[in-house]
C-alpha cells in the first residue's frame, strides 16, 4: 500500500479486519507499506501492522510477493502508480477522485484493462449495507421511475480562515477542493442508484481565499515557509444540477464550509412508486416510504439495515447491533477479494466508474467557469 | 377577501382566531367573501364566517365599509384586483406569487405605494416562530457571516399521472408551477434571512407532459371537456443554483414529485459560527448549532420555539405546547393589522419583497431556458 | 364556563373555533365565565369572548340560557359544581382529575347519570388525531395482543427550588401533585389505549420539601404570607408499575423534575404483531412497526396523521399541514357537543372514566405510602 | 477464553483490534479458546483466530502460557471457572450477569481480591464513548443534582412463541430473563452514572409460559427432547422502580417483548441543572440539555461523540466518522490490558460492581415475588 495517513489506516485496518468476518478464497498479507519519509512510514508500517515498510513505490512492482498495489497518496500521483502497477500485473485499488482529469482516468481505466488486472475505486459509502438495500430496491422497481436524486455532501474542517493550506486544498496535488474529495462520493452514489447523467450545470467558490503556509501543509510535498500565506486554487464548495440519462432530475451539493457538519453526507431519492432517505451520520438507517402502504399508514419507515438479509450484515453482529465507518472498507476490500479470486468479473465501482465520475467533476467544473451548462460525453 | 377555496380558508380563520391571541388597535371584521359561483361563495360566506358574500370583487371598491382587500385568487388576476384595490384606497393583502411577471408585480408595488396603502404579500411561513427567531439570531450575529443557504420544498400530490389538470398547472392562470407555488416561498425565506440574491442558474422540469381535463380541473375558469387530455405547460419540478449579494451560495429545489412529503419546506444555513436548520415537518423546532460551544459538547440543539422570548409564541400557550399552519397566518395577519393601524410603517413582506421575489422567479425561469446563469437587476 | 386560567383559555377557545372546523347541530356559545375576582373575571370574559361574568358559579344554575357548565377551576372544587350542576341539569365537562378522591368522584359520574346529562372529563390528549388512530389500530387488531405500555410524562417548569408553592402543590386543592396532574393524562391513554388496569405499585417522591409562599402562590385561596416558606405536601414526581386485565404490563413515571422537557407526554404500545410510539412533542405523528412488512424493510414508520383518513384530520388542513395543541380541545369539544345534539350517546372520556381514572390514582398513593402493591377494585 | 458463540466472537474481535487502534504495554494473545464440542471449537477456534483449542476448561489453567481467562459462557458456570482461574492467579474477565445470585457473585469478587487478580465484568454498554462522556459530564456537576434515571432495554426476539426454550430462557442455566440478561445492563449504567441503588420494587412477567425444546434449544446443555414443550421458567420482561442513595428516583424496564426493538437500550437523566439522554441505537450521539443555555436557545442537542476529546474515540477516526457496537468491547478490552500491565489499579466494572448489581438483581426478584418493596443491603 502507498499512503499511510487517513486513508491509509483505514485500508489497512480493513485488509486486517476482513478475514474475521467474511470466508474469502484470498486473504490479504500486508506485505509493505510505502511512503516516502522514512522514519514516518517505518513508524506507520509497524503500528498499521504492515511486515515491512518500502520509501519508492516503484519497489512494489519488481516483488512477486506483492500481488495487489492499493494506492492511498494525494490524487496527483495516482495515474502514475496506477498504470505502473497494471502494467506490472498487480491488482489496483485507488482512491477517489481516479485522477486529476478524465484523460489521466480513461488512461488508468485502459491500462488495467489491458493489463487484465483487477481494478476498483475507493467509493466505500456504496458499501454501507443501506446504500447497498437501496440499490437493491431501486433494482426491483420499489421505488418506480426515479425522479429526483438530491445529494449534501457537507464537512466543516477548514472554516478556521487560520486553518492551513494543507494538501487538500492544492490543485497541483489535488485537482479541485470539494468537487474531487465530497461530491465525487454523491456522484459515485448518484450513478450506482439512478444511473448515468447526460448534463450538469455547475458552481464552484472559495470562500477564503488565501490560508497560511507551514508545517500543517504538508502532505507529499512539504511546504516551504512560515507565516507566509498563499492562494486557495481550489473549491471550498461546490454544486450542480443535472439531468440523468433517465430522466431524473439532480442536485448536488458539497462543501466545507458547513458548520455542525463533520461528515455530513446525505442523499434522497424520489421515485413514482416510492422515496428513499440515507445519510452517513444515521448509517445503519435506510428511510423508506412507499406508495403502496395502506392509505393512513404511509410513512417514512426507519430501517435499520442489520438484519440478515441487508447486504454484509449478516457477516457482523445480530439484528440491531451496529456497525461503523470502517466496516464500509471491510464490505469493498471483500468484494476486492472476491474479484481478485476470480469470482463475480471486475467488481464495481471500477476503474471505468472513477473515470466516468471524473467526466461528471471536470462538466460540472467546466460548466462553473462557463456559466453554462455542459453535456456529458463519455 | 376575493377567493375561497384552501388560502380563503386559512385566512378567514386566521383574521377570526386573530383577536383571540393578540391585543390589536384594529381588529378584522369579515365583511365579504366574493367568488364567482354564487351558490358556491354563499355557503363558503356561511362556513367561513363571513357577513355578506359578492361574485364580482369590483363591488368591494366602491364600499366604505370595506378597508382591506384580501387577495386569495389564482395568480393571473392578483394584479388587476390589487391594482384597483389600492387605487380606491383599500389596504391589500395577496397570495404568492404576487404576480404574472415581474411587470405586473412592479405595478402593484407602485399602485400600493402610490396609494399609500399597507400592502402585503403572504409568505406565511416567515411567520412560524422558530424562523423569525432565526432571523433574529442571524441580524445579531449568531451565526456569523453566512457561507451557505439551501432549501428543498418537497410535495407529492400531483404524481399520479391520472392527476387532472387543474389551475395550478395552467400557465395562462398561474404562471409557473412549483417556482412560483412552492420556490416563491423558499426565495422568500433566503431573502428574509440571508439578503439579496445576485446570479442564479435554474432547471425547470415538466416530468408528466399531458393530464386529463375536466370537472375537477375547474378553479376560476372551469375546462369544458370530457375524457380528454392536454399539455401541462408549467414545471412539475424546479432546482437552482444562487449568489447572493453577500456571498453566500444558495441551493434551491422545489418539485411535486417528491413521494412522501405531503409539505416538505425545509431550510438550512451556514455560518462562519454556526448553523440552523428548519422544516415545516417540525414547524416549532429550530435547530442551532454553535461554534461557540464548548469543545466535547458541540451538537445541533433542538430549540422548541414555544417559550415567551420566542417571537409570537407568547401569545398562545405555555412553553412546550405547540402551535400548528394556521398560527403562520394569525402571526402575518398580526403583523397586517398592526401595519393599518399606523404602527410599524408597512409591514414586511411588502409588495416590494413580492416583486423582488418574482425578479428571482422570473430570473431562475430565463436561466432555465438559455441553459445559462443569469444575473439579477431589479 | 368556571375558571379562566390557563384552562380557561384553552376551552374558551376551542368553544369559539369549532363551528369553523366542524359542522355540528349544537354550536357552542359563549355564555358566561365565572370567577371569584371580579376585576379580573371582567378582564377575562371580554379577552376571552364571553358575553358575560359572574362571580358565583351557582348564579349559573339558575339560569335558563345555561345548557352546559365547564368546570376548569382547581380540583378541590370540581365535585361540588359538577353535582350541583349536574342536578340543575345541565351537561357538565369537567378538567382532570375529576374529584380529590374515589368517593367524590363516583357522587359525580352517579350525579351526572342519574341527572341524565351528558358528562365528559377533559382527558385532551385523546382526541390528537395520531391518537384516535392508535386506538383504532390496536382495535382493528394490527398490533395483536398487546404486551406493553409505557408512559412519561415530563416537565421542568418547578424545578427551581425558588418557585413558588402555587395551588398546584397544595394538597387541600389539588389532592396531588404530578399524580393528578400528568399521570393522570397516561392513565386515561393507557385505559383508552390498552384497557382496564387491575393491580399497581406506585412510588410518590417530593423533591423540594418547602417553596415560598406569597403573591404568585394564589389560586381560588390566597396564601396569605410574606417571605416565609410552607410545606410542600403534594409529589414532585410520581412513578408506577401496573398489571393491566389483560396480561399487559404498564410502566408509568410523571414528574416536573425534567429538565429540558417542558410538556413531554409520551407514549409506547408493544403488541405481538407492533408497536406504536407517539409523544405530544410531535403530536402530529404516529410511530408504527408492523411485524407483517416483507423482511428486510420492517422499521418504524413515521405517520403524519393530517390526512383525510385519520379522525379529525379533515376537518383542518390539507395533508402534511401540522396542527397544534388547541385542537385537541376542539376535536374533544366536538365530541361534547355530538353528545348534547344526542349523537352517539354520552361520549368518552365520561365521568366514569374519571372516575376509574381516579381509583387507579389512588391506589398507586396508596401503594407508594404502604410500600406494596395494591389490587384495582372499581 | 471459555465460549465461543455471540459473546465470543464480540470478545476475540474485541482482542485482535485492539492493538490496532490503542498503544498498550500488554497486548493480547489469542492463545485457546474453550468448547465442550470438540469439532464445534476448532472449527471456531480457526474461524476466530485462535492459536490452538481445548475442551475443558480446567486445562487454560495449568498452563503458564495463560495470564487470562475470559468466561463468555452460560451464566450458571461463571462462578465455578471463575473463582477456579483467579485461585490459578489467573486474570478474569467474565460476561453478565456475573453469577447465579449474591452469594456466588460474592464468592467470585471475594476470590479474585485474594487472588490479587485483574477482574472485570463485562459490561459493554458502560465503553461508548457517548456513555463515558455523560459519566465525565455528571461527575463536573454539569447536570447539577440528579433526580431521575430512566431505563429501558427492549428486545424481540423471542416474540414467536414458537421459538424454542434456549438456554437465556432456562432458569437452572440462567438464572433469570431478562433481568439478569438485559436489566443487568441498565443497572450497571445507573450505578455508574447515578450511583448505588437503596430500594426497589420490581415486577416480573412470563407472556409465553412454554416453549418447544430441541435442537436449537442447545448451549453447554443440550435438551433431550423432539417436539415436546416445557415451561418457561424465566421473566419475558422485568421492570422495577428504585430509589438510589443519593435521593434520585428509578424507573427501569427490560423486555423482550417489544416488537420492532432489535437491541433497544436506552437511557435519561434529569438533573437540576440539565439532562441527557442516550439509546444504543445512536450510540455515537448524547442528547445534552443545559439549564443554564440563554434563554431562548435552550434544547436537547445532539453531541456526536467522536471528537478527540471524548473518550476512546480518538484512537479511531476523524470527527464524525461513527463506529459501532464492537467498538465498545475493544475499549473494555483496553482498560482490561491496562489494568494487567499495572496502570490506573483494577479496572471499572469490577467483580465488585458485578456483585452489586446481583444485590440490585436479587432484589427486584425478591420484590416481584413479595409484592412488596426491598431494600438493599450489601
Redesign the interface.
Known sequence: MVGYK?MGK?H??AY??LP?FFDTDVEPVLQTLVGRNQNAVRLAAEK??WLSYETDWRRLLERDDIDVVDIGTPNGSHAEIAIAAAKAGKHVLCEKPLAMNTLQAKEMWKAAEQAGVVHMICHNYRFAPAVQ?AKK?IQEGV?GDI??F?A?Y????I?DPQFPLVWRMRKEVTGSGTLGDLMAHSIDLARFLVGEIREV???L?T?IKTRPVGEMSGGLEAAASGGAVAEVDVDD?A???A?FEN?A?G?F?A?R????????NRI?I??????IRWE????N?LE????N?P??????????C??G??PYAGA????????????TFINLMHEFMRGISGKGGNPSPSFEDGYRNQVVLEAIEQSAT????VAITY
Open positions: 487517513f483505514a489497512s485496518h486486517r479486519d474475521f498499521l501492522g438495500w430496491l421505488l425522479y429526483h438530491r449534501q457537507l464537512q466543516d474542517w472554516m450545470s455547475g458552481l467558490e470562500f464548495a454544486a450542480a444540477l439531468r430522466g432530475v442536485v451539493e462543501t464550509f458547513a458548520k455542525g457538519n463533520r461528515n455530513g434522497e424520489n421515485g413514482s412508486k416510492g422515496s452517513m451520520d444515521r448509517m438507517n423508506l416510504y412507499l406508495e402502504d392509505l393512513g399508514i404511509q410513512g417514512f419507515r426507519s430501517i435499520t442489520t438484519e438479509v441487508h457482523y453482529w445480530p439484528a440491531g447491533h451496529p456497525i461503523g465507518y470502517e466496516h462557463a456559466g453554462a451548462k
